[in-house]
């Protein structure tokens, strides 16, 4: 299959590879597999309490080169993006960025669902602190 020059960019040089601390309570963790390939991928972010922006994130994909490619992509563009706003990323603009063809849209899907995941994470620290 011919990946596109972004793809193999991103997968040549992932960007923001790694974890931070799960129990900081800045950090947000989302953590997701598919069902159709069995490949994980894991996406966090480091929020600011005060303003609720994003300010760093990092990634660990087990998995294909469009899923590494996804998420070190969505790394990039959610720092200094609000939660919401990063929560709002669709899979289809990831896709449409990377030129990802039909069968690997699903990778895409898994950036997506990573993010909101990272970021229900995080919210659900903090209002679960707010009603302690
Ligand atoms: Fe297994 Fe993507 S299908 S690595
Ligand atoms: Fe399964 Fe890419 S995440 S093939």
Redo the contacts with the bound molecule.
């Keep these: 299959m011919a990946y596109s020059d972004k793809v193999i960019d991103h997968y040549e040089n992932p960007r923001n590879v790694g974890s931070f601390d799960k129990g900081d309570e800045s950090v947000g963790t989302g953590m997701v597999g598919?069902p159709?390939?069995?490949?994980v991928?894991k996406l966090q972010i480091k929020v600011n309490a005060e303003t609720g922006v994003i300010e760093d994130a990092r990634f660990k994909?087990y998995?294909?080169?469009?899923?590494i490619a996804?998420s070190s992509l969505v790394t990039e563009w959610v720092k200094g993006k609000t939660l919401d706003e990063a929560a709002a990323l669709k899979n289809a603009t990831i896709a449409e960025e990377l030129a990802l063809p039909p069968?690997?849209i699903?990778?895409s899907i898994?950036a997506e669902d990573a993010i909101k995941a990272a970021v229900n994470d995080y919210k659900a620290k903090h209002s679960a602190k707010a009603e302690a």
């Excluded at 998995?63 to 899923?67: N, R, Y």
């Design positions: 598919a159709a390939c069995g490949d991928m994909t998995g294909c080169g469009s899923a996804s069968v690997k699903h990778c898994l």
